[in-house]
């Protein structure tokens, strides 16, 4: 009786894997079509810390152009960027990602969840760079279509400084303010229960900036919406930092 059940629990398994892996072998350069939000994060090939985020708009048919803002070694800038992307049938992939002005970036991709997730590795020799994006789906450019409250995790390093890491409850109240507290750690001192206010701002493609006082310091960073607008994708803006970070609803 058991070894009957044994072998029908066996058989189920066996059925869900395979299905599992026929979905998976389904993909192709249409999978990765509409409007992303992405962020990859690591060491460049000096060995200095870096973090990108870019908000792209896929064509289906291998081709992606967007803005990006990048922060490599506490130099930050924002730019347009253009990229390749090709997808092979098992939802694996590669391609490459240019910033206007700068060298390609080659790239590894595996597509999850049918082309709403993307996970990125850099291939160019000497980079530790990886990272993940979501689509940004049905959402509301505007203000208003940002609002409710968000939690908030950010790590990274201040250049000069050290290591951070800081924890957020941010409410945005619609009309381009927040208010909320913060907790964290800078080069390991510890503060809890920070209030904290500021203002954002969002443009036409679910991109956005906050910026707002902390311990005496004004903090500005920049934002992709994605998943609908319940999720954000978030990297500091100011002069040597390299932090980004995740928000949710």
Excluded: H
Excluded at 123 to 136: E, F, I, P, R, Y
Excluded at 183 to 209: D, H, L, P, R
């Amino acid at each position: 009786m058991i070894s009957r059940i044994l072998c029908r629990g066996f058989l189920i398994v066996t059925g869900v894997l395979a299905l599992t892996l026929t979905g998976w072998g389904q993909c192709s350069d249409a999978n990765v079509k509409g409007k992303y939000g992405f962020a990859i994060s690591g060491l460049d090939k000096n060995g200095n810390p870096a973090s990108f985020l870019v908000y792209m708009k896929a064509d289906g048919k291998g081709t992606f152009k967007g803005t990006g803002t990048d922060s490599d070694d506490g130099v930050v800038e924002t730019v347009s960027v253009t990229g390749t992307y090709a997808i092979n049938s098992d939802c694996t992939g590669s391609g490459t990602i240019k910033a206007k002005g700068g060298k390609s970036k080659n790239y590894s991709l595996i597509v999850v969840s049918g082309g709403k997730g993307l996970q990125f590795l850099v291939t160019d020799s000497g980079n530790v760079l990886s990272g993940a994006g979501q689509a940004q789906g049905k959402e509301t450019c505007t203000l208003a279509g940002i609002t409710g409250s968000f939690g908030v995790e950010a790590s990274g390093v201040f250049i000069g400084t050290g290591a951070v890491a800081l924890d957020a409850l941010l409410a945005f109240d619609g009309k381009g303010g927040i208010t909320g507290t913060v907790s964290g750690s800078i080069a390991g001192e510890i503060f809890t229960g920070q209030s904290v206010s500021g203002t954002y701002t969002v443009a036409s493609n679910c991109t956005g900036t906050t910026s707002f006082s902390l311990l005496g310091q004004t903090l500005n960073a920049s934002f992709v919406t994605i998943n609908a607008g319940k999720s954000l994708l978030v990297l500091e803006t100011d002069a040597n930092t390299v932090v980004s970070g995740f928000g949710q609803q």
